[in-house]
């Protein structure tokens, strides 16, 4: 299979290699990025130009992935599926419901597989505590949680208003449906602030938010971040049924624990590739699987959008200060 990368910063050239070095019979054959005046060596022999356009008239490329930045998702994904590539794309696959409605309805009238890149599903972790919730093990969902603490050390000027909702808890809002299958967000209340920038918080910059989601089936869900951590980058997970509680994550990045004077210490991972290296090259693999067996991406195009509707509905609600129904 051939594919071609669109977007080669920092999380393009972690899919970069995998397409090159890390997939069995797929090979990263360019590499389009305006601002990329080299590759490196770990992205192979790839061609690297300067535009998507380049990628899309190639018909030798069968998939695309897409690692832009999120403003140019929607137009990239509508293009590429015109052109009848496959399409891999970050997250959040759109920024606007409108936009994400085109992308759904673009990729399904080509017939092309569109999968989303929320990775949690793919993290052993995550797979397993849903396996517990499918089997019954866990009974029915009371209480859910989801948390992402980044490692800090952002430029605040850099970042767009709302980031924290639309590109970071975006993944704790499908985490939470994720882990609450069969469930709608039915209702959503959001607190935000820039706690660990106060001085921006003039500016727009919101980098600490809780959001409460209520869901059809009643249960209620916690998705909390914060942009800086001291000690790394933390991503967990939490379901308390009538049966019991699943928790996902813990922050470390290996299982070793070292034991001094000083007490116990553990290693923890610090950036989203530690800690989820494993997760962004599976979910490359099931979706080449998808593209090469023609089966059904396994995360589509309306969880992007379901997603999408929680992460605007908090932004309203922490706007407004009332709770945001759906
Ligand atoms: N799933 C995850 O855990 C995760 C982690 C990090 C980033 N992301 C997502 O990946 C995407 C990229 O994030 P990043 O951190 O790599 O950003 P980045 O700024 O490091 O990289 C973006 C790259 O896209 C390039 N680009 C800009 N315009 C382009 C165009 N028209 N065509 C092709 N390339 C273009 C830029 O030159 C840059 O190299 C975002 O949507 C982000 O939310 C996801």
């Known amino acids: 299979m051939r594919v071609a990368l669109i977007g080669a910063g920092r999380m393009g050239l972690f899919h970069g290699q995998t397409l090159a070095q890390r997939l069995p019979g797929v090979t990263l054959v360019t590499v389009a990025d305006p601002a990329a005046t080299g590759l490196p060596p770990a992205l192979g022999p790839a061609r690297l130009v300067a535009s998507a356009d380049e990628v899309l008239d190639d018909p030798s490329v069968d998939a695309v992935v897409i690692a832009a930045p999120a403003p140019l998702?929607?137009?990239?994904?509508?293009?590429?599926?015109?052109?009848?590539?496959?399409?891999?794309?970050?997250?959040?696959?759109?920024?606007?419901?409108?936009?994400?409605?085109?992308?759904?309805?673009?990729?399904?009238?080509?017939?092309?597989?569109?999968?989303?890149?929320?990775?949690?599903?793919?993290?052993?972790?995550?797979?397993?505590?849903?396996?517990?919730?499918?089997?019954?093990?866990?009974?029915?969902?009371?209480?859910?949680?989801?948390?992402?603490?980044?490692?800090?050390?952002?430029?605040?000027?850099r970042v767009p208003p709302c980031t924290i909702f639309l590109e970071t808890l975006i993944h704790d809002f499908d985490t939470l449906r994720f882990l609450n299958p069969g469930a709608r967000a039915v209702s959503v209340f959001a607190v935000a602030d820039a706690l660990v920038e106060p001085a921006w918080a003039d500016r727009g910059l919101l980098d600490t938010a809780v959001v409460t989601v209520r869901f059809s089936n009643g249960a209620i869900g916690v998705a909390e971040a914060c942009f800086e951590a001291a000690y790394g980058y933390d991503v967990r997970g939490e379901v308390l049924g009538s049966g019991g509680m699943v928790t996902t994550g813990d922050g470390r990045a290996t299982t070793m624990t070292f034991a001094g004077s000083a007490g116990r210490v553990?290693?923890?991972?610090?950036?989203?590739?530690?800690?989820?290296?494993?997760?962004?090259?599976?979910?490359?693999?099931?979706?080449?699987?998808?593209?090469?067996?023609?089966?059904?991406?396994?995360?589509?195009?309306?969880?992007?959008?379901?997603?999408?509707e929680i992460a605007l509905a908090a932004r309203e609600s922490a706007r407004t200060g009332q709770p945001v129904p759906l």
């Open 266 to 308: 553990v290693d923890t991972a610090r950036g989203d590739q530690a800690l989820f290296g494993s997760a962004y090259v599976a979910e490359l693999a099931a979706f080449t699987t998808s593209v090469r067996e023609k089966t059904p991406a396994v995360v589509t195009g309306p969880d992007a959008r379901a997603a999408l």
């Open 73 to 157: 998702h929607a137009d990239l994904v509508v293009a590429a599926a015109s052109a009848g590539k496959a399409v891999f794309c970050e997250k959040p696959a759109s920024l606007t419901l409108d936009d994400l409605d085109r992308v759904i309805d673009a990729t399904a009238a080509a017939g092309v597989v569109l999968q989303v890149g929320f990775n949690r599903r793919f993290d052993p972790g995550w797979r397993a505590a849903r396996a517990l919730i499918d089997d019954g093990t866990v009974g029915t969902p009371r209480l859910l949680r989801s948390m992402t603490r980044d490692p800090g050390g952002f430029d605040p000027s």
